[in-house]
C-alpha cells in the first residue's frame, strides 16, 4: 500500500489506524486468511444522511491473496452468495496516454467477496483479464433472473473512441476503416458462472457509459445505452432488442436510435432538423416529448462501414435527425416500475443551435451553460420502441447539483453522483418527490461513481459505490514514448495506478 495513499485518507479512530497499520505491516497472505482490514474511508456523510454509514471495503494497489485491486473502479454489478456477495467492479483503465499518464494496464474487472454480515472483503480475484485490451471501462450493469438471464451476466462498456492494435486472443477484430485497428466503443457481457466474454458489436459503437437490460415485460429483451462522448454535444440515446438472452449474448439483435415524434403543441415531422424538438436545448422543465427509437442500419450499428466506427454512428445519427443530448451518463429503471427510466446527461457550456444545420452545437465562446439534468422516460407498455413520455425531472442547477453522471434506482429513491469537481451524491425520494444531499466525497479531486441498490442482501438503505480520487496510488520511474497507430504521433508519458476505494453506504430510508 502506498504511503502517500495513507496520507491522503481521512483520519479516522483508533481502531480504523491500527487497521490501517496492520494492512502496510502483513503480507498478502495473512490478510487473506484473516480477511482485509478496511481502510479510512472516502465518502463522508451529511448530515441529511441521519444515522447513515460508510463502510470502505478495499482501496486501489491494495493486496488480498496475491490479487491487487486495481485503479479507478468504475461500474459495479452483485452477484448473491451463500452468506456472500460478490461485487463485480469495473476498472476504467486504458494503456493509452491522457495528459501525461497511461495505466500500467487495459481495463479490467474484479470480482470482490464481501462477508453480508461482518462487511468485510473475504476474497478477490480477476474476473475479466487486461490482456483482451478493452479500455476504460466505464458503468456496469448485472443482468439476471430478474432480467431474464439464466446466469449472472455483467454488461461491460468502453468509454473511449481511441484507436488502438488488436491483441493477440481477443474477443473482437480489426475494424474495416482502420485495418489492422480497431476503435474503442464496444459493450461486453462477462458470464459470471464461466468467464466468457462476449463482444456485443450490434450495440452500437459509441462511448458506452452503461447497458442497462430493462425487463419490460416485452417479448424482446431490451437494453438502453448512452453516448457519454468526448465531443459534447454530440450524445444519444440507443435501444438494443434481441428475441431473448440467447440472441444477446450470440451477439444478435437490433440497435435503435431516440427520435422525437410529438411534443405538447402535437405531433412533428421527426426528420426535419428545424422541428424545435431534436436537442437538448429545445427540451424544457415542464415539457412532455413523447417518441420512437428508430433502426440503425445493421453496418453502422457493427462498425463495417468505411468510415471508423464511431464516426459512421455520428454522421449517421445527424443524417437522420436522432435526438441530441449533450453527454447521456448512467440508464437505471424503477425497480416497482421497470418501464420507468431515469437517466443523467452532464451538460456542459457554450450550448448552442447552428443555424445552418438545426443541430446542437458548441460554440468557441459564449451560448448557454447547463450544469446537467435528470431526465425520465416511460417506454411504452407493448413495444419498446415506442417512447410514451420524456420529461426533465430535474434541472440540476435549480437545487445546486452540478453535473450529474452515476445513479440507481431503488424501491424508495433515485441516487444521483455528481461528477467530479462538487462530488455530492443526492438522493430523490420517489414518494415525496424531494432531493436531499446525503454524502461527499472527501478529497478534493475525486468523484463518486458505480452506485448499485445492494438492499435485498445488506438490509433496507444499502448501496454499493466507488470512488476515483484522480490521483496516483503509485507511478512508474521510466518515462515511456507513445506512438499512435494511424497518426504515427508521439507523446512521452509515464505509467501509474490511480487511487480509488469500494464501499458499502447506509442511508436510512433510501
Request: with cysteine; net charge negative.
Amino acid at each position: 500500500m502506498d504511503v502517500r495513499a495513507l496520507r491522503r485518507r481521512r483520519k479516522g479512530g483508533t481502531a480504523v489506524a491500527l487497521a490501517m497499520a496492520v494492512a502496510v505491516a502483513l503480507p498478502a497472505s495473512a490478510l487473506g486468511d484473516h480477511g482485509f482490514p478496511n481502510p479510512a474511508p472516502y465518502v463522508q456523510l451529511e448530515p441529511a444522511a441521519g444515522a447513515g454509514q460508510v463502510v470502505p471495503l478495499i482501496n486501489s494497489g491494495d493486496q488480498y491473496a496475491g490479487v491487487t485491486f486495481e485503479g479507478i473502479p468504475d461500474g459495479i454489478g452483485a452477484v448473491p452468495g451463500d452468506g456472500t456477495v460478490d461485487l463485480y467492479v469495473a476498472h476504467e483503465q486504458s494503456h493509452v496516454p491522457f495528459s501525461g499518464f497511461a495505466d500500467f494496464q487495459d481495463s479490467s474487472v474484479s470480482r470482490v467477496t464481501v462477508d453480508v454480515a461482518d462487511k468485510q472483503v473475504v476474497g478477490l480475484d480477476v474476473a475479466l483479464s487486461p490482456d483482451l485490451g478493452f479500455l476504460r471501462f466505464c458503468s456496469a450493469f448485472m443482468a439476471g433472473p430478474e432480467q431474464g438471464f439464466a446466469d449472472y451476466t455483467f454488461f461491460v462498456n468502453e468509454e473511449s473512441n481511441d484507436i488502438v492494435p488488436v491483441p493477440a486472443g481477443a474477443p473482437y477484430g480489426s475494424d474495416p476503416a482502420i485495418a489492422p485497428y480497431r476503435q474503442a466503443g464496444y459493450a461486453a457481457a462477462l458470464s459470471t458462472s464461466t468467464g466468457d466474454v462476449t463482444t456485443l458489436t450490434r450495440m452500437g459503437r459509441h462511448n458506452h457509459e452503461n447497458t442497462v437490460v430493462v425487463p419490460g415485460g416485452w417479448k424482446w429483451t431490451a437494453a438502453l445505452s448512452g453516448d457519454d462522448t468526448f465531443s459534447a454535444p454530440s450524445s444519444q440515446l440507443y435501444l438494443h432488442t434481441a428475441n431473448d438472452p440467447n440472441q444477446v449474448l450470440s451477439d444478435k439483435g437490433q440497435l435503435w436510435a431516440f427520435q422525437v415524434t410529438a411534443t405538447d403543441d402535437g405531433t412533428i415531422d421527426s426528420y426535419d432538423p428545424f422541428n424545435d424538438a431534436n436537442d437538448y436545448l429545445e427540451i424544457n422543465p415542464g415539457d412532455t416529448f413523447s417518441g420512437r427509437f428508430i433502426h440503425v442500419p445493421t453496418d453502422v450499428a457493427r462498425g463495417l462501414t468505411d468510415e471508423a466506427p464511431q464516426d459512421a454512428l455520428e454522421n449517421w445519427s445527424n443524417e437522420n435527425n436522432v435526438f441530441q443530448f449533450v453527454r447521456v451518463e448512467d440508464v437505471a429503471y424503477d425497480p416497482d416500475d421497470p418501464r420507468t427510466v431515469y437517466f443523467a446527461d452532464t451538460g456542459t457550456s457554450r450550448l448552442a443551435e447552428d443555424p445552418a444545420t438545426g443541430r446542437l452545437t458548441r460554440l468557441a465562446s459564449g451560448g448557454t451553460t447547463s450544469n446537467g439534468r435528470v431526465f425520465k422516460m416511460v417506454l411504452n407498455q407493448k413495444d419498446p420502441r415506442i417512447v410514451d413520455s420524456l420529461t426533465i425531472l430535474l434541472d440540476a442547477g435549480s437545487i445546486g447539483m452540478r453535473n450529474p453522471d452515476n445513479l440507481d434506482v431503488g424501491h424508495h429513491s433515485l441516487m444521483v453522483q455528481e461528477d467530479t469537481s462538487n462530488a455530492k451524491i443526492w438522493r430523490y425520494d420517489l414518494a415525496a418527490r424531494t432531493w436531499t444531499h446525503v454524502a461527499t466525497a472527501t478529497q478534493p479531486t475525486a468523484e463518486t461513481s458505480g452506485i448499485v441498490d445492494v438492499s435485498e442482501w445488506f438490509g433496507t438503505g444499502w448501496w454499493a459505490l466507488d470512488v476515483q480520487s484522480h490521483v496516483n496510488e503509485s507511478e512508474g520511474a521510466e518515462t515511456l514514448t507513445y506512438v499512435a497507430p494511424i497518426s504515427g504521433a508521439t507523446q512521452t508519458y509515464r505509467e501509474r495506478r490511480e487511487d480509488g476505494q469500494l464501499l458499502l453506504m447506509l442511508i436510512p430510508g433510501s
